[in-house]
């Protein structure tokens, strides 16, 4: 089953719509954190893990389905292909990042913590702009393999 008016399987559909609400809960968790609402905060951002988590398996599952990058069909000359490896380059990064991040966090709950809690801090913020540029990239990379 398609996307009427794009060449998009629906699990590519529900890749584009997690990576959406990926990015609103991000936002959301780190407006929390800037007001100071550090319960609400964790609560948003094991949220958030959770997403990624589904979106990761979606992802897993639409690759599998579609039988790799090649099967895009027009879409994978060398100009798609450089920008899907930078998305996924850097989504490797923006993971590691994230799990850096969150161990920090965690860590600095505990009594004694100030300083992982000082690290969660100061990456957290450049983690969540790194996650913000490569869920546009990501969002680009859907429009070309999919809709233009």
Known sequence: MMIPGTRASWLAGVELLLGLLITGVLLAGVRQAWLGRR???????????????????????????????????????PAFLGLLLLHVLLALAGGVLLLRVIGWGWRGRR??????????????????????????????????????
Not at 114 to 130: I, M
Not at 142 to 147: D, E, G, T
Request: no cysteine.
């Open 39 to 77: 319960e609400v905060h964790v609560r948003t951002m094991r949220r958030l893990l959770l997403l990624l988590g589904a979106f990761l398996a979606v992802f897993v599952a639409n690759v599998a389905r579609r039988g790799g990058v090649e099967a895009l069909g027009p879409a994978s000359g």
């Open 111 to 148: 009594p004694g913590g100030a300083a992982q809690l000082a690290r969660h801090r100061r990456w957290g913020g450049f983690t969540a702009g790194f996650w913000l540029v490569n869920s546009l990239l990501g969002a680009l990379v859907f429009l070309v393999a999919y809709v233009l």
